[in-house]
């Protein structure tokens, strides 16, 4: 259960792109074909490595929907990363994107990691949206990009990865304050964290207490 | 535009209050206001705000009139004042006054309460709560602590509508949440808003714990001190059960993320303190309603409930819980009764369906060398000689859960059943930790024999039902338990079973001995010894026969089924009993088979009357309530409540189910067991359907068996068919006994009247039906008697009326015989008279007599010639007629032969008629 870092994603992204679909890859490695709307959000964890330090993620799925939006919009502020998530077979949810990002820039922290994913790669057959236009995208509004398959598991394991790799090089730059739960990144505790720091708490204290 | 908004509001209080003494409050709160909101300086303004929010919080009235037309006033103060401090702490402490309850003289309840009213107007002003959520981020400690006040009072009162505002409200939720990081009076307030805030709004206890409020919570209850801290433990245990309260998703996170040892820590008891404080009971409870709620998974409609469930089960297991479980609910006894109970509840819960916690649970051991014992036999004692009867309640669940589906655990500990000499039962100790399982389970069982004490009786019947059920090898195996008969009696041995029956009847017995004022005081007793009966006969035949192997079981039943003095559940559990005696019945003894079960039945209850039971106890309010209301209850968190309080939350649990029958009732008729008997009743019509539909085996028509067998003589084979007949003669007598009795029920089902005091109506009926015969018959003799005697009658008339005529006749006869006699005799005296003096006297009576006669031969001579002449004249036509029947070859001589004679004997006749 001791974690050295704890970082909080959501995923986000028009209905249907395969949201869901890509935790559950990611948590339980499974794809389920027929997935349920997702009502409001839903949480998923798993404990990663990286640079030898053992990572926990814990990942709010939030629905699609336009009517959820205001509940789901609640998550964004305290979250360290976010994947935007749009289907290369449907134009429509590429097209969203802006407005998508326009959310997380207002409502999120400054400096959330967004890893822009096109999903169901497998699908190249029905594909509607070329790679070159996902990474002309991402490269515009500084996202890192990556086209995956909640199905295959193609790339799945990777952007979850990547993104967690980049947060924590944000945190060995110094830009984040990792002592405000507010930015979605926690010091992990090995037992118990010191009396419930104040806001100004050196940020590395909580280090020492992780392997 | 304000000015319009006043006038609005005034004319609903108007209408409301009336106007004559509101005016005046009126008038000064306008006055107060309008140097609010259109004052020149500062220090007025602020003046103004201090009175208006000091007569505010003091008078109903003045909230009233705040209420109706300060609210738009004090929001725009809010707004556009932002700079000055004290203007916003007056106007956000003005508000808290208009929301807070004055409780000065209590008023009728129909009263219209300015709090409540001002609570709704305020929420439904649409830019408050954007507004309130940012002064939150104010840095004077003053404002965030009065918008807390005011948000917390907003929620208690509409709750569901701040709720669904403050969803959409960007970023709503992490400020409050923020306030769990402010300085002690701010976090604790937050606490509370936060409960309310979090109460079934799924999205809000998600978002809630999103924003990290899981590690808050279990930071300041470290803080606090764990159990041992005061209510603001409480509060953070109450808002940790209203994020994970029928929320799978949450309760994965919490185990995902920090854990469960936080909340096991809270359960440990440190120290050796054998005080409890009311704060520390009220914790405690309050953590082990988490624990409940983990162990519950989810709310019922979550797929993913179960599998959550089970996962928390494993976590909380790998962490000790049970150990924790078992130090609260089973080995402090210096704990609340309160606290043992819901920690009892938990062990229930998390080895329901589990085997291998049930395998834990029955290896555990308790106690300290050499007074160790397993945990099974110190729970059983709890059942046993506990004075609550919660504790006996939770007890007998953590029971219940470890004999479900566990065959193996049923073995267990039914192989320990061994009964002792009835010395040995004496001279034991309670607290002997070396006795078995067993020997404590039969000596409680058996313990209502001495001194009458069924419920110690009836609470080991309850945990021998759970071993029992489902649990054929347990059930044959119970049943060769002979129980020796006491001291007193020195009887013989008789069969558990029988014991268990005759404490069934000794507990109504005593009960109508006692009289109304107890009658609930046993029904319970009846009711846990019933359920083991049906438990027991469910399935096995030999339980069956063992029951019917005293005639007086059946009889007692019947009687209890049709008792009218007992509850609807006895009543429905006696006929559930029955029902068992017909459908597990093996038996072809007569007098002891399923027909005869079902015609007694059908004879002394009625069969439309015995189903009626069935209907009557599944109305009945324990069974319609079993797996109901759910809804939990949190407790009060005045500091100021005694110990007696938390004793009474039990009591009153109780009396609120406490209806017709007694409370605990509604724990032994778990889900389990009124799903059981409802398919037992399916089955009860069923087989008692089919016992109607088919006759006796040994009178049915096989074909070949009417045939003559080879080398079978007439006689033997006339023998046999008779015998055969008379068979079937027999059978339908029975037929015709049971349809009539059937027709009856029948016919009283259409009719809304129901009658518990029936008799043996088929038999009278049947008896009713032959006398009816026999009555038409004789009638109909009589009849023909009648008809015959009034044509008696008629003759009888006929002669009587000829007699008369005839007496008349004969009078008439005699008469003029007497006259002529008279006249004979008159005239015989003249003649006489005559005769003497007629010399004398009449000298020519002679010459008279000489005279007559000559004039009398005369005259018959005159005839006599006229007699010859037509003598003359018939013999010429005799003449001729003889000679012409000569002619006609007659024989003349033998027809006139007799004319004479027949002239002679006419006049005989006549003659004898008038002799007489």
Known sequence: MSYAYLFKYIIIGDTGVGKSCLLLQFTDKRFQPVHDLTIGVEFGARMITIDNKPIKLQIWDTAGQESFRSITRSYYRGAAGALLVYDITRRETFNHLASWLEDARQHANANMTIMLIGNKCDLAHRRAVSTEEGEQFAKEHGLIFMEASAKTAQNVEEAFIKTAATIYKKIQDGLFDVS???????????????????????????????? | MKMDLMSGYKGVVGLVFGNENS?????????????????????????????????????????????????????????????DVEMVRGALETLVSALTPINHAKGSSNEVQPDLMNTDLLSREAESIPLLLSLLEEDDFYVRYYTLQILTALLSNSRQRLQETILTIPRGITRLMDMLMDREVIRNEALLLLTHLTREAEEIQKIVVFEGAYEKIFSIIREEGNSDGGVVVQDCLELLNNLI?????????????????????????????????????INLLSALETIKLLLKGGSEADPGKDANKQTNKTVLVQKKVLDHLLILGVESQWVPVAVRCAALRCIGDLIAGDSKNLDLLASKVLGEEPQVEPALNSLLRIILRTSSMQEFIAADYVFKNFCEKNADGQAMLASTLIPQPYSMNHSFLDEDVNMSFGSMLLHGLTLGENNGDLETCSRAASVLSHILKDNLQCKERVLRIQIEASMQTLGASEPLMHRMVKYLALASSMKSKDGKSNATGNSYVQAIILKLLVTWLADCPNAVHCFLDARPHLTYLLELVSNLSETVCIRGFSAVVLGECVIYNKSTDSGKDAFSIVDLISQKVGLSSYFLKFDEMHKSFVFANVESSLTHRSFSRSSAASMADIQEIDENDLSEKKN?????????????????????????????????????????VVPAEIEQKSGESDGEYIKRLKAFVENQHSEIQDLVLRNATLAEDLAKTGSSFQSEQRGSGGIDRVQIETLRRDFQEASKRLEMLKAEKAKIESEANMYQNLAGKMEADLRSLSDAYNSLEQSNLQLENEVKALRGEGV???????????????????????????????????QSKVDRLSARLLELGEDVDQLLEGIGDDAGAAEDGDDEEDAE
């Not at chain 2, 995902?256 to 009971?281: A, H, V």
């Open chain 1, 180 to 211: 405000n739960e507010s930015y979605g990144i926690k010091v992990g505790y090995g037992g118990i964290p010191g009396p419930s720091g104040g806001r100004d708490g050196p940020s590395a204290a909580g280090r020492g207490c992780c392997n």
């Open chain 2, 23 to 83: 005016s005046n409050e009126d008038r000064y709160v306008e006055r107060l206001l309008d140097r609010i909101n259109n004052g020149k300086l500062p220090d007025d303004r602020r003046n103004a705000i201090t009175e208006l929010q000091a007569v505010v919080s003091e008078n109903r009235a003045f909230q009233l009139a705040f209420g109706a037309m300060g609210l738009p006033i004090m929001l725009s103060v809010l707004k556009e004042e932002r700079n």
């Open chain 2, 245 to 281: 309260r029928s929320n799978a998703s949450n309760q994965v996170l919490l185990r995902e993320t920090i854990g469960l040892d936080s909340l096991i820590l809270i359960l440990k008891l440190r120290g050796s303190s054998y005080s409890f404080t009311q704060q520390k009971t």
């Open chain 2, 660 to 700: 017709m029958d007694h409370p605990v009732l509604s724990s032994i008729l778990d889900s389990y067991f009124v799903n059981f008997v409802k398919r037992l009743e399916e089955d009860i019509r069923q087989q008692i359907v089919e016992v109607y539909s088919r006759p006796k085996t040994n009178v049915a």
């Open chain 2, 840 to 874: 004398s006297t009449f000298p020519d009576v002679e010459a008279i007599k000489a005279e007559a006669r000559e004039e009398a031969l005369k005259e018959s001579e005159g005839e006599l010639n006229d007699l010859l002449v037509c003598l003359g004249q018939e």
